[in-house]
């Protein structure tokens, strides 16, 4: 009998399921997606985690709710590091125990500790224990790696070139004649996620912008601009959109920025505060906040992107003879 294999529309979902999928698709199993978020998906998951948690991992909870009564098992991997001498976010090392605490009758979960910091002969264990819960066969597992590897490599060089993965699906969202450039900066879990982001890519495609998100940039760079701050940020989420941030900052090659955050999210009041200053003390670069939470409304979002648009236009017009920049 084929094993099911449910993975969450959630949090590690948009950097890694390429990797995943084809990883357990090698080895013959069969991968089962929760459906793209929707209200009862976040209902749920407001419903089944504590109310200190941020909104991606309570949407995360919903995605689990939506697998657990079709799938073998849960992929829900104990992630600690994925570079070395780096941290992810807590919530994310904490998060299989955070899903067994909360949800009731649940499958087993394929909960294996990701940990860049451990030594290299550790991944090669590491791979072979996430294959285990298939076969027990090396030379397919490790097979099954070298593929999913190049998968992921595709994954990423597409949304490079401008594809989006929206909730899961890579879209084009290049824009022929753009009327502005536009850099969306936030976890890509915030700007991928079309219900939680409301839509805001979308949006931002059908006013004719060409956007520009933290993954189509080179990793040097990024970690070029991340290391300039005196004390290294060693959580590596922090460090991708703070090497963004900064470089976009210095380079002003964008019309506008557009920070997606989280509310209660620690990492992004952090890193928005950072740009803030230094775009207002050095490039000026128009700065829109966004912050969502379960109670956001569409409306409110809306009115907000319009006015910063037509803020930029504004600027764009008047600059040369009254200053924009108050
Ligand atoms: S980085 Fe922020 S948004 Fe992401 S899981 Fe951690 S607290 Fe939540």
Known sequence: MTIKIGIPRGLWFYDYYPLWKTFYEELGAQVILSKATNKHILDQGVKNTVDEACLPVKIFNGHVMDLKDRVDYIFLPKMMSVYEREYICPKFSGLPEMVAHSIKDLPPLIDVEINFNKSRKNLD???????????????????????????????????????????????????????????????????????????LLKKLNENHMEIIVPEMLDFSVINKYAGELDKKMFWSFGRKLLGTAMYLADNKGVDGVIYLSSFGCGIDSIIQDLFERKSRREGKIPFLLLTIDEHTGEAGINTRIEAFLDMIEWRKKHESNLSAYG
């Open 125 to 199: 264990e590491t791979i072979y224990q996430f294959g285990y819960y298939v076969t027990k066969d090396h030379g397919r597992i490790k097979r099954a790696y070298v593929k999913a590897l190049e998968s992921y490599a595709k994954y990423k060089d597409t949304i490079r070139r401008g594809y989006l993965p929206m909730d899961g699906e890579l879209k084009d969202y290049k824009v022929s004649e753009a009327r502005k450039k536009i850099a969306v900066v936030g976890h890509t879990y915030n700007l991928y996620d079309s219900y939680s982001s409301m839509n």
